[in-house]
C-alpha cells in the first residue's frame, strides 16, 4: 500500500472512531437498554448504533473493502482477505458489560487488515480522553503524541494485564491457570474488561505484558498493531507469532516476553 493510501485510511480510522466513540458516550450512564446475547454477553442501543454508523462511514468511503462488525458479521464476500480486498474489523464498543454498569473502560475499535495482518488501527476511549492510532511502519500514538512499551526487564517490577471473556464462566480453567505464576511471580494483576484498551495500554507503556484467549479478531486487530508499532511483541501462549484471530494473546514490551510465556506454559 502506497504512503499517501496508508495516511488516507489512517485518517478515516481515527475519524471513524473519534465519531463513534461520541455516538456511544452520549449515551454513557443513561439507562441504556440491553439484551442479553449469553453469558456475560450483551448488546445495547450504543452498539448497534455505532456498528451501523461504522459500516457507513467505512464502506462509503472505501466501497470496495469488507466490513467485519461483532454484531452484524462481515458484508462484502467471503471472510478471507486474499485476492486483494482489504477488511475493516470492528468493534463497535469493547466492553459492553463496563459500559452498561457506568464503568468508564470501554471503547470503539476500528482496524484494518490485509492478507498479512493489521495495517491501520484505531482505539477510541472517549469516557477516559485517549485516542490511540497506529499503522504499520508509522508508528503509534496515544493522543497525537508517540508512544513505545515500557523498558521493564523483570517480571518482578512487571504489571499485568488480563481479561476472561464469557467462555471463561463456563469452563475457568483453562483462564485461571497462568493467573496464579503471575500473581507470585510479577508486580500484579489487572482486569479492565476491555482487550482492546488492555493492549493499548502495554503499547503506552502502562502495562508491560497482556495474555488472554477466546478473543475475537474485532478485539485484538488494533490492539495487535499498537503494540507491535510501539515496538513490542505479541505471539500466541506457545509463542507463535498472533495473527488476528484472537484465539489466544500475548503481548508484551519485549523484554519480558519470554519469562512470560514460560507462565503461559506451566500446569
Not at 488492555?198 to 503499547?203: G, H, N, R, V, Y
Amino acid at each position: 500500500m502506497r504512503e499517501g493510501e496508508l495516511d488516507r485510511r489512517l485518517a478515516a480510522a481515527v475519524a471513524a472512531s473519534r465519531a463513534a466513540g461520541r455516538l456511544v458516550l452520549a449515551r454513557f450512564r443513561r439507562g441504556i437498554r440491553a439484551r442479553v446475547k449469553g453469558l456475560l454477553d450483551v448488546v445495547t442501543e450504543a452498539d448497534r448504533r455505532s456498528e451501523a454508523f461504522l459500516r457507513r462511514f467505512l464502506l462509503g468511503r472505501f466501497p470496495q473493502d469488507r466490513f467485519l462488525g461483532e454484531e452484524g458479521g462481515l458484508r462484502g464476500g467471503a471472510r478471507r482477505t486474499g485476492g486483494g480486498r482489504l477488511l475493516w474489523a470492528v468493534d463497535p464498543l469493547d466492553g459492553t458489560v463496563n459500559f452498561l454498569h457506568g464503568h468508564p473502560f470501554f471503547c470503539v475499535s476500528v482496524a484494518l487488515l490485509d492478507e498479512v495482518g493489521p495495517v491501520v488501527g484505531a482505539i477510541e476511549a472517549p469516557a477516559l480522553g485517549w485516542s490511540f492510532a497506529a499503522a504499520r511502519g508509522l508508528g503509534a500514538t496515544r493522543n497525537g503524541r508517540p508512544i513505545r512499551v515500557s523498558a521493564v526487564a523483570s517480571l518482578d517490577r512487571a504489571l499485568i494485564g488480563t481479561g476472561w471473556p464469557a467462555a471463561s464462566h463456563v469452563a475457568p480453567g483453562p483462564f485461571l491457570r497462568p493467573l496464579g505464576g503471575v500473581l507470585r511471580r510479577t508486580h500484579g494483576a489487572r482486569r479492565c474488561g476491555s482487550a482492546a484498551i488492555d493492549l493499548a495500554l502495554t503499547a503506552d507503556g502502562t502495562y508491560d505484558a497482556h495474555f488472554e484467549r477466546s478473543l475475537h479478531t474485532w478485539d485484538v486487530a488494533a490492539g495487535i498493531l499498537l503494540v507491535r508499532e510501539a515496538g513490542g511483541r505479541v505471539t500466541d501462549h506457545s509463542g507463535v507469532e498472533a495473527d488476528a484471530s484472537g484465539r489466544e494473546i500475548l503481548a508484551s514490551n519485549g523484554r519480558i516476553h519470554e519469562a512470560m510465556l514460560r507462565l503461559m506454559r506451566a500446569r
